[in-house]
């Protein structure tokens, strides 16, 4: 059958990840965001892992046969045992982490600040892969903020947000920001 990209998150923020695929590429694409249970990132590992395998049999149906997950609260709970339980191929399938550790490069002297939800930052899988590149790590949690995008917040109330982990990064003379977040 023809080759079907499906690129998907918890909601909206992915869009960015599918804007940028088009721009590159001339796949065959399908968007789906779970926007009815967005956002993800404040929920528990297993519920996250569960919805993983929704989101996949979702696209399965819709015909997909590579995907892409733009979620950085799923990708670091998308473990090698998942992909096998859902009957992914792990060759048809990249996501946030697995992109970031195979891409990203830093120098040896570089102060890296990973920003991104809780269930991002308590996974600990950006440190530790960016701690394996051999920089200093710092980390900060968005909580509300995907929540506040998704649910179309003012923009000032965002960017109040957004200002507060700015302060931080410069509080510990971030040479790096990565925001692992797609919202
Ligand atoms: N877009 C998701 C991510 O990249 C975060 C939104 C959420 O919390 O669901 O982590």
Not at 111 to 126: D, N, Q
Not at 158 to 172: D, N, P, R, S
Request: with cysteine; charged share 25%; proline share 1%.
């Amino acid at each position: 059958s023809k080759p079907v990209l499906g690129i998907f998150d918890s909601g909206v923020g992915g869009f960015s990840v599918y804007k940028k695929i088009k721009e590159v590429s001339t796949a065959n694409c399908v968007y789906y965001g779970d926007c009815a249970r967005a956002p993800y990132g404040n929920r528990e590992e297993s519920e996250i892992q569960s919805f993983i395998k929704d989101d996949i049999t979702f696209l399965k149906d819709e015909g997909v046969t590579h995907f892409v997950n733009a979620c950085n609260s799923m990708s670091v709970v998308t473990t090698d045992t998942l992909l096998k339980e859902c009957k992914v191929d792990s060759a048809k399938y990249t996501d946030m982490i697995r992109a970031f550790d195979a891409h990203a490069s830093f120098g040896v002297e570089d102060k890296v600040l990973v920003m991104a939800t809780v269930a991002t930052i308590r996974s600990g899988i950006y440190q530790e892969v960016l701690s394996a590149k051999g920089v200093a790590v710092f980390e900060y949690v968005y909580k509300d903020l995907a929540g506040l995008i998704e649910t179309n917040a003012k923009q000032e109330d965002i960017l109040t947000l957004i200002e507060e982990g700015m302060k931080y990064a410069v509080e510990v003379s971030a040479t790096h920001i990565v925001y692992g977040c797609t919202h």
